[in-house]
């Protein structure tokens, strides 16, 4: 769509005016997979229980680190007797190494350290662990030998903290979800199948597209308190999942969570008629929700685009601290300056526009390629300076993805994004969320097809599925 959000805006004008496994309708997760690798995310920090330093060796400490898809941070929990399953890390699976309280059996005090050792059977109950699901629907491991909770101390939110055994309290910083990385789940765009729902009960919508709303809050806001309006209709999805669209020119599908106008807020951007559409997630202006859209072809083709599983498998907490967590420092007011409701774009805080602290973080870049702009004008591709960015979009990518400098090709190269600051970090964390990586993190990500946008000319259905 352009410049998503900032084109949307405009166009108004002219026509006058976002593995634990979760069901769609969040009733909690699915029964663990036991031939399955798991990131481990903690509630609390967002952070990723991995093995230290990729270790393979007796004593190697479970620590807590950024998600990255390493297989030092994915687990398999192997059934062993009466309930309880050995942990089993996938880089160290040919030495068998596995969850273990330091200290053997008699290790029962609250304190203990989780470490790998090699598995030895089941008369080692240090090594054993309980998956008991909560009613938030994480899950709290329990030792055998000790009936403790694996925790992380001091509720840290920090990386590089060794998780430990503790007594189990029901915080957050002892619940975890089980998230599969880089879209391994079995459905569209790497979710479960079971996310989407059952698709052949989805109204058929004859020269139009037929929307089908999913709550996907994993229980935190009932399908009454979950609300999507757009042309002028605002239902829960109680009273209706579904809307047919003929014809949306220039608009927005907005969701609330609570009531409706709650600040808890989000939308989709989207031209439509009849069965053509294009549409988008955006994070152009911020991230209110976690969004996700899937579109259904007649001709069985299908995309998704918008947050990957793993937002929507973790808390809001978890999230907003995963991005603090994630960013340079300047990036990291971002995500308290309006929480617990939004992650705004850094072009919209005061700290990086003009007369602001962060004021210059990338003029002196900008200058270096000859783009005389404010800091606030880069990342919002906006007019002002010369040249105007809001009429030179290869630029204006180049810099919110520190590639300016360099080459076409590496211009052209995603891989190469966000490597030389100063970047646009807040855009960079939204792509690393994504499905495929795509999404919008500043007006013109469309530029060497970075974006969510998506295009249609035979759609049958589209799915919104809105997290929390």
């Known amino acids: 769509m352009g410049c998503a959000a900032v084109a949307v805006v405009s166009a108004l004008a002219l026509v006058g005016a976002h593995s634990a496994a979760y069901g769609a309708t969040g009733n909690g997760p699915a029964a663990i997979g036991t031939s399955a690798w798991y990131e481990v995310v903690n509630e609390n920090s967002g952070l990723c229980a991995s093995a230290a330093g990729g270790g393979t060796a007796n004593g190697t400490a479970v620590e807590q680190l950024a998600c990255t898809g390493a297989t030092s941070q994915l687990?398999?929990?192997?059934?062993?007797?009466?309930?309880?399953?050995?942990?089993?890390?996938?880089?160290?699976?040919?030495?068998?190494?596995?969850?273990?309280?330091?200290g053997g059996v008699g290790a029962t005090a609250s304190g203990d350290l989780l470490q790998t050792w090699a598995y030895g059977g089941t008369g080692n109950t240090n090594e054993l662990f309980a998956a008991d699901e909560q009613s938030s629907g994480y899950y709290n491991f329990v030792a055998d030998n000790s009936g403790l909770c694996v925790d992380t101390p001091g509720a840290s939110t920090a990386s590089g903290v060794q998780l430990q055994q503790y007594t189990c309290n029901g915080t957050g910083a002892q619940e975890f979800s089980l998230?599969?990385?880089?879209?391994?789940g079995s459905g569209y765009g790497g979710f479960p199948s079971s996310f989407w729902g059952d698709t052949s009960s989805i109204p058929s919508a004859p020269g139009a597209i037929e929307f089908d709303f999913i709550n996907a809050t994993n229980g935190q806001y009932p399908d009454s308190e979950v609300y999507w309006d757009v042309n002028g209709v605002e239902e829960s999805i109680a009273q209706s999942p579904y809307y047919t669209m003929s014809s949306c020119t220039a608009c927005r599908i907005n969701f609330y969570l609570g009531s409706p106008n709650s600040s808890y807020h989000d939308f989709i951007e989207l031209n439509s008629s009849g069965t053509t559409i294009n549409a988008d997630t955006s994070r152009v202006d911020a991230f209110g929700l976690p969004l996700a859209i899937h579109l259904h072809n007649s001709n069985n083709t299908d995309t998704v685009v918008g947050e990957d599983y793993q937002v929507f498998s973790e808390s809001r907490t978890a999230l907003f601290q995963q991005f603090e967590n994630s960013v340079p420092a300047p990036f990291q007011q971002l995500a308290t300056v309006d929480a617990p409701y939004s992650i705004p774009a850094p072009g919209d805080v005061a700290a990086f526009q003009p007369g602001g602290a962060?004021?210059?973080y990338m003029t002196s870049y900008a200058a270096s390629v000859g783009a005389t702009e404010t800091t606030q004008q880069v990342f919002g591709c906006s007019g002002g300076g010369s040249p105007d960015l809001s009429g030179d979009p290869t630029l204006c990518a180049g810099l919110n993805r520190c590639v300016a400098q360099f080459s076409t090709t590496v211009q052209n190269t995603p891989a190469d994004y966000y490597q030389n600051p100063p970047c646009n970090y807040y855009s960079a964390f939204w792509h690393s969320v994504a499905v495929n990586g795509l999404q919008y993190g500043f007006a013109y990500d469309d530029d060497n097809g970075q974006s969510s946008d998506f295009n249609s000319s035979d759609a049958q259905y589209v799915q919104v599925a809105v997290g929390w």
């Open 179 to 184: 998230v599969q990385p880089g879209g391994s």
């Open 358 to 360: 962060d004021a210059d």
């Open 75 to 102: 687990w398999q929990f192997v059934p062993v007797a009466n309930g309880y399953y050995e942990v089993l890390n996938e880089n160290a699976q040919a030495g068998g190494q596995s969850w273990n309280i330091t």
